[in-house]
């Protein structure tokens, strides 16, 4: 077979490199001269702008990270669901939210309505959730682990209770004498969005919950941080995550393809802006660091140069090769011009050079 581009992934004998192109914000803001983004509604507000400008650009995707106690975006529902009612056709997610922190059946009725305002585009990342801003945070939303979890098991019983409401099976008795006629049989949470279950996403920061996420048959997030289980390059160990993840999938049956996306952040040198804010990173290697006192985690290096260096460079990044799609992570605090300025320069100078486009 004639491969007509390089960077191809290969899913049942297919080889394709076209990728969706979305960015990711993680909303953060602060009340500083120096930043574009001062308050909490500078955030929320700017998020629906770049989201709209992105559609407009033929960016495909607007994901947004969800942390709590901090100056960024936390409730991440009323975003989702106003940028649905602002667009038409591009994906809008998550990537991801805090599973210890979430009562998964509010969490399936707002994801519904939200999805239904958006027409059936979220794109919902999940994960067990990462170091937070304070100790234990989750119990102050009303949640402990049962005995004997840990909190990150806390957050994969959510995931999967969450999985399991978003079936749209009845489950609840109904009131012999309602307010209202009920339809027959148990009930359900509503509204439900059809299709919904297939969109969930798991953040996966090691190899084994990769291939546990294939097989409750959700689709994969990998960032720009992973747990250093080889010593090899982030977009070494993320290409293994990722194929020992379709091998799961493969293995539990699944009828549809998985989604795998991978998170960078890449820079293309196109001015004296781009030049002044990221020419001079130091940041070009991946580096070592614990995100726990005993886990040794991989932070992903950052890529900025002009275009075509930036492709070369790409084309060397075997995570991306093998993904469907990659989210831009975005300096939202430098304004939503400045940073549809950054996407256009990539779907523009850079995608079309890797066959992305």
Same mark, same amino acid.
């Given at each position: 077979?004639?491969?007509?581009?390089?960077?191809?992934?290969?899913?049942?004998?297919?080889?394709?490199?076209?990728?969706?192109?979305?960015?990711?914000?993680?909303?953060?803001?602060?009340?500083?001269?120096?930043?574009?983004?001062?308050?909490?509604?500078?955030?929320?507000?700017?998020?629906?702008?770049?989201?709209?400008?992105?559609?407009?650009?033929?960016?495909?995707?607007?994901?947004?990270?969800?942390?709590?106690?901090?100056?960024?975006?936390?409730?991440?529902?009323?975003?989702?669901?106003?940028?649905?009612?602002?667009?038409?056709?591009? +994906?809008?997610?998550?990537?991801?939210?805090?599973?210890?922190?979430?009562?998964?059946?509010?969490?399936?009725? &707002?994801?519904?309505?939200?999805?239904?305002?958006?027409?059936?585009?979220?794109?919902?990342?999940?994960?067990?959730?990462?170091?937070?801003?304070?100790?234990?945070?989750?119990?102050?939303?009303?949640?402990?682990?049962?005995?004997? +979890?840990?909190?990150?098991?806390?957050?994969?019983?959510?995931?999967?209770?969450?999985?399991?409401?978003?079936?749209? &099976?009845?489950?609840?008795?109904?009131?012999?004498?309602?307010?209202?006629?009920?339809?027959?049989?148990?009930?359900?949470?509503?509204?439900?969005?059809?299709?919904?279950?297939?969109?969930?996403?798991?953040?996966?920061?090691?190899?084994?919950?990769?291939?546990?996420?294939?097989?409750?048959?959700?689709?994969?997030?990998?960032?720009?941080?992973?747990?250093? +289980?080889?010593?090899?390059?982030?977009?070494?160990?993320? #290409?293994?995550?990722?194929?020992?993840?379709?091998?799961?999938?493969?293995?539990?049956?699944? #009828?549809?393809?998985?989604?795998v996306s991978v998170s960078r952040s890449i820079f293309p040198l196109m001015d004296d802006r781009d030049r002044a804010w990221f020419?001079?990173?130091? &940041?070009?290697? &991946?580096?070592?660091?614990?995100?726990?006192?005993?886990?040794?985690?991989?932070?992903?290096?950052?890529?900025?140069?002009?275009?075509?260096?930036?492709?070369?460079?790409?084309?060397?990044?075997?995570?991306?090769? +093998?993904?469907?799609?990659?989210?831009?992570?975005?300096?939202?605090?430098?304004?939503?011009?400045?940073?549809?300025?950054?996407?256009?320069?990539?779907?523009?100078?850079?995608?079309?050079?890797?066959?992305?486009?």
């Open positions: 077979m004639k491969r007509a581009c390089t960077g191809q992934i290969a899913w049942d004998n297919k080889f394709t490199c076209m990728k969706k192109i979305g960015f990711l914000s993680f909303g953060h803001w602060t009340p500083s001269p120096q930043s574009l983004t001062r308050s909490a509604a500078d955030a929320l507000l700017q998020s629906i702008d770049l989201a709209v400008e992105a559609e407009t650009l033929g960016a495909d995707g607007a994901y947004f990270r969800v942390h709590h106690f901090a100056r960024q975006l936390a409730s991440p529902f009323p975003l989702l669901a106003a940028i649905g009612a602002k667009t038409r056709r591009i +994906e809008i997610g998550t990537a991801v939210i805090d599973m210890r922190y979430e009562n998964p059946l509010y969490m399936a009725e &707002d994801a519904g309505a939200a999805d239904l305002i958006a027409g059936g585009r979220l794109q919902l990342g999940i994960s067990r959730g990462s170091p937070e801003q304070v100790i234990d945070g989750w119990r102050y939303f009303g949640h402990r682990p049962a005995e004997g +979890e840990s909190d990150a098991d806390l957050g994969r019983r959510h995931a999967e209770e969450f999985l399991d409401l978003l079936r749209g &099976d009845g489950f609840a008795r109904p009131n012999p004498r309602p307010m209202f006629p009920n339809p027959p049989g148990l009930l359900r949470l509503e509204p439900h969005a059809k299709g919904l279950r297939d969109r969930i996403w798991w953040g996966a920061a090691s190899n084994a919950t990769a291939a546990w996420a294939a097989k409750l048959g959700m689709n994969l997030q990998t960032s720009t941080l992973k747990f250093d +289980e080889t010593g090899e390059p982030l977009h070494v160990q993320q #290409a293994a995550q990722i194929r020992a993840f379709r091998a799961a999938w493969k293995e539990a049956g699944h #009828a549809r393809t998985p989604r020419g001079g990173r130091t &940041d070009e290697q &991946d580096q070592i660091g614990f995100i726990h006192e005993d886990t040794r985690a991989i932070f992903g290096r950052g890529y900025a140069a002009e275009p075509g260096i930036l492709v070369e460079q790409l084309r060397k990044d075997e995570a991306i090769a +093998e993904a469907d799609t990659l989210l831009l992570t975005v300096p939202n605090q430098l304004g939503v011009a400045y940073n549809v300025h950054v996407m256009e320069a990539i779907l523009t100078h850079v995608a079309p050079a890797l066959g992305w486009r």
